[in-house]
């Protein structure tokens, strides 16, 4: 079948919008700009629109015939704390913030197929629109879950779609079971007696412990996790002292630890709170220990049998089989799209963006959505719906 003719006329106005939020990046909870021109559009389109839950988030419904089924389509909405590098006509105008991500070409995807499916109504059911915010680690899926979001629009199953460098431009990725791998941080404070660098034995060496734990940390998960499952434990912060000549007071160590089941994720934290704690009494230092100290922890993404079956059939009737993969390895970022798939049956793909080379890569500074993609991510939705909420012949 391909894309959809309606969607390729469509092509130009999704990339105008694309770049439109590429040039205005805004960050978890400030999608304030973002969701006004979503909430716009969607107004235009004919759509009910509900601002603001989960602070920023938008939810479209579109209504077509007399069927009770209901299906959720969600993007995310905001941006990254990064500084872009790219010199583009659309380049970010908000020093330090940029789309890395992808989530402009998301939101413009799903803008897209709202407007088709608006001026079509081939379908019978109901479709939420969910323009989600706060995805890059501040989980604003949780918060609209936390809002109400499936109390106040209660749907049968809820998709979601992220773009992929290093998969084939306009090729699809997905499988049923773990697509993404759980998120969650770590906090270890080392406290000790500051001393004068060239007297150490006069106090508490919280560097030496700190250089130590960092060590120990990465035997996790090659001598106490399964071989046969996956993890990875990362340090990612060291902060501590202030001058050249003195063993400071304290010490900061912060990480993140992902894997691809809630027992794995048990074993990780258990091991960690135990490595922290015996290297602690062996340079005689305090510890304080805290997980996920900011923000929650986001679970493992889990895609359910049916619905990524019907996820296959739409794409399949997009791109065909030879753009299809149905046994990608699973992935160690991780996606709060998982919150609502604990709580609804669902299915998250993966759309190729073609190349990573040259920086083109997640949270990049050099990274830029592929605008070619546009059609194709946007007839996906629209496939799925129309399969999804079919009209009886």
Same mark, same amino acid.
């Given at each position: 079948?391909?894309?959809?003719?309606?969607?390729?006329?469509?092509? &130009?106005?999704?990339?105008?919008?694309?770049?439109?939020?590429?040039?205005?990046?805004?960050?978890?909870?400030?999608?304030?700009?973002?969701?006004?021109?979503?909430?716009?559009?969607?107004?235009?389109?004919?759509? &009910?629109?509900?601002?603001?839950?989960?602070?920023?988030?938008?939810?479209?419904?579109?209504?077509?015939?007399?069927?009770?089924?209901?299906?959720?389509?969600?993007?995310?909405?905001?941006?990254?704390?990064?500084?872009?590098?790219?010199?583009?006509?659309?380049?970010?105008?908000?020093?330090?913030?940029?789309?890395?991500?992808?989530?402009?070409?998301?939101?413009?995807?799903?803008?897209?197929?709202?407007?088709?499916?608006?001026?079509?109504?081939?379908?019978?059911?109901?479709?939420?629109?969910?323009?989600?915010?706060?995805?890059?680690?501040?989980?604003?899926?949780?918060?609209?879950?936390?809002?109400?979001?499936?109390?106040?629009?209660?749907?049968?199953?809820?998709?979601?779609?992220?773009?992929?460098?290093?998969?084939?431009?306009?090729?699809?990725?997905?499988?049923?079971?773990?697509?993404?791998?759980?998120?969650?941080?770590?906090?270890?404070?080392?406290?000790?007696?500051?001393?004068?660098?060239?007297?150490?034995?006069?106090?508490?060496?919280?560097?030496?412990?700190?250089?130590?734990?960092?060590?120990?940390?990465?035997?996790?998960?090659?001598?106490?996790? &399964?071989?046969?499952?996956?993890?990875?434990?990362?340090?990612?912060?060291?902060?501590?002292?202030?001058?050249?000549?003195?063993?400071?007071?304290?010490?900061?160590?912060?990480?993140?630890?992902?894997?691809?089941?809630?027992?794995?994720?048990?074993?990780?934290?258990?091991?960690?709170?135990?490595?922290?704690?015996?290297?602690?009494?062996?340079?005689?230092?305090?510890?304080?220990?805290?997980?996920?100290?900011?923000?929650?922890?986001?679970?493992?993404?889990?895609?359910?049998?049916?619905?990524?079956?019907?996820?296959?059939?739409?794409?399949?009737?997009?791109?065909?089989?030879?753009?299809?993969?149905?046994?990608?390895?699973?992935?160690?970022?991780?996606?709060?799209?998982?919150?609502?798939?604990?709580?609804?049956?669902?299915?998250?793909?993966?759309?190729?963006?073609?190349?990573?080379?040259?920086?083109?890569?997640?949270?990049?500074?050099?990274? &830029?959505?592929?605008?070619?993609?546009?059609?194709?991510?946007?007839?996906?939705?629209?496939?799925?719906?129309?399969?999804?909420?079919?009209?009886?012949?």
């Amino acid at each position: 079948m391909g894309v959809y003719a309606g969607i390729a006329a469509m092509h &130009d106005e999704m990339r105008q919008w694309r770049r439109y939020f590429h040039s205005f990046p805004e960050t978890a909870y400030e999608e304030v700009q973002t969701a006004a021109f979503i909430g716009k559009k969607l107004q235009s389109f004919g759509l &009910d629109v509900v601002q603001g839950l989960g602070m920023t988030g938008v939810v479209a419904t579109l209504t077509a015939g007399a069927s009770g089924k209901k299906i959720a389509l969600r993007a995310d909405m905001d941006a990254l704390f990064i500084e872009e590098r790219n010199d583009l006509s659309y380049k970010s105008c908000h020093p330090g913030k940029m789309h890395a991500c992808g989530h402009d070409g998301h939101s413009a995807m799903l803008l897209g197929a709202a407007k088709y499916l608006a001026e079509r109504r081939h379908f019978d059911g109901t479709v939420y629109f969910i323009f989600q915010p706060a995805e890059e680690g501040r989980a604003g899926a949780k918060k609209m879950l936390d809002d109400g979001l499936f109390e106040r629009f209660p749907v049968q199953a809820v998709y979601g779609l992220h773009n992929f460098p290093d998969i084939p431009a306009g090729h699809f990725a997905v499988k049923s079971g773990a697509m993404m791998a759980s998120l969650d941080c770590f906090e270890i404070a080392y406290r000790g007696t500051a001393t004068h660098a060239a007297m150490p034995h006069l106090g508490n060496d919280v560097m030496l412990g700190a250089a130590q734990l960092v060590t120990a940390l990465q035997s996790i998960v090659s001598r106490n996790i &399964d071989p046969a499952e996956a993890a990875v434990v990362s340090i990612t912060q060291i902060h501590g002292g202030n001058t050249w000549n003195a063993i400071p007071e304290e010490i900061v160590l912060r990480g993140t630890y992902r894997c691809f089941s809630q027992s794995v994720q048990a074993q990780v934290q258990d091991k960690i709170r135990h490595i922290a704690e015996a290297a602690a009494r062996c340079f005689e230092l305090q510890a304080e220990i805290r997980f996920n100290p900011e923000n929650p922890g986001y679970p493992v993404t889990v895609n359910s049998e049916h619905e990524t079956a019907c996820a296959i059939e739409a794409a399949r009737a997009v791109v065909g089989n030879q753009a299809l993969n149905l046994e990608p390895a699973a992935s160690m970022g991780s996606e709060d799209f998982a919150f609502m798939l604990q709580q609804k049956p669902g299915c998250y793909i993966w759309l190729g963006n073609g190349p990573g080379t040259g920086g083109c890569l997640l949270h990049n500074p050099h990274y &830029d959505f592929n605008d070619e993609i546009l059609p194709i991510g946007a007839s996906y939705w629209v496939k799925l719906v129309e399969m999804q909420l079919a009209k009886a012949d």
